[in-house]
């Protein structure tokens, strides 16, 4: 028989009471019970949140609803499109927002433009 080890804790008697009725009805015993924590608890070393999830489920489903959250907000970010830097520049009462109908290649040329434009002698397309 393998060494053993004895853990004691204190718990609220109602709670232990009514933990042996579970336990009970699953065909458990206290020791069997607290076994299965600990050998949970020694698979998942690498991913506590796996016995977190494990214990206290209420919180899986919060940091489930907390993802799904950002993703709804990312998704809603990203349909507001070539707008979303006008937004921002409308939000902050910045005049002059940029013409969000330029196309990228558009864009690139102006940014160049305005940044090497004069020192290498370009003049502007009209």
Excluded: H
């Amino acid at each position: 028989m393998p060494a053993t080890a004895q853990i004691n804790a204190r718990i609220a008697v109602s709670c232990k009471a009514s933990g042996d009725a579970g336990l009970a009805a699953a065909g458990l015993s206290p020791s069997q019970a607290i076994r299965a924590l600990w050998e949970l608890a020694g698979r998942n070393v690498d991913t506590p949140e796996a016995i977190t999830d494990a214990l206290f489920p209420d919180r899986q489903k919060q940091r489930e609803a907390d993802a799904r959250a950002q993703r709804q907000e990312k998704s809603r970010l990203i349909a507001q499109g070539p707008n979303i830097v006008r937004n921002a520049y409308v939000a902050g009462g910045i005049t002059g927002a940029p013409n969000a109908s330029l196309s990228f290649s558009e864009l690139k040329e102006a940014a160049a433009m305005e940044q090497y434009g004069e020192t290498m002698g370009w003049s502007t397309r009209e």
